[in-house]
C-alpha cells in the first residue's frame, strides 16, 4: 500500500468524550479534521482500519483518534489522502490549523495539535492545505447509513 499523509474528517454532534490520558474533552458539534500519518508498513491502509473501527465498534482503542471513532456521536464524513515519500504530517497540521483540540494525536512531535475543528463542511480547505504543501488531494466522502448518528 502506498504511503502518504491523510485527514480523516469527522462530523459530531456536540459531546464529551474520554481520550486515553487526555481525559475528558469537550468536542463542539460540528466536523473535526484530524490530520495523520501513513508512513508505516500499512502505508494509507491505515485509513481503512479507522473506518472499520468507527463501523465496526470492535477494537479497544489505541490512539487518540480511536476513542473518536468508537463514540456515537462521531460519524466519518470524508477522508483527504496524499501519496508521498515526505514526511509532512506536522506541516499538514500546521497548515490546517485553527480551533484545535490540546495535545490530539501529537504525542510524537512538538505540534499543539493534530485535530482541528469546523463549523462548516472543511473539506475544501483541507484540500488547499494539501496543495499548499505540493500534495495531490485526493478527496473520498463517505456515505453512513441513513447519515445517523448512533446516539
Known amino acids: 500500500m502506498d504511503k502518504g499523509v491523510y485527514a480523516l474528517v469527522l462530523e459530531n454532534t456536540g459531546c464529551v468524550v474520554r481520550v486515553g490520558a487526555l481525559g475528558e474533552r ?19 491502509a491505515r485509513v481503512l482500519r479507522h473506518l472499520r473501527l468507527a463501523r465496526r465498534r470492535d477494537r479497544p482503542p489505541r ?10 456521536h462521531f460519524l466519518p464524513a470524508a477522508v483527504v489522502t496524499a501519496v508521498t515519500d515526505r514526511d509532512c504530517e506536522c506541516d499538514l497540521a500546521r497548515a490546517v490549523s485553527g480551533e484545535y483540540v490540546p495535545g490530539f494525536g501529537c504525542s510524537d512531535c512538538a505540534c499543539p495539535s493534530h485535530l482541528f475543528y469546523r463549523s462548516g ?22 456515505k453512513n447509513e441513513g447519515n445517523q448518528h448512533r446516539v
Open 121 to 142: 463542511d472543511p473539506v475544501p480547505e483541507v484540500a488547499a492545505a494539501f496543495r499548499s504543501l505540493g500534495l495531490d488531494a485526493r478527496i473520498t466522502r463517505i
Open 63 to 72: 490512539w487518540h483518534i480511536d476513542y473518536l471513532l468508537l463514540d456515537p
Open 26 to 44: 469537550k468536542f463542539s458539534a460540528g466536523s473535526h479534521v484530524y490530520v495523520g500519518s501513513a508512513r508505516g508498513s500499512g502505508g494509507l
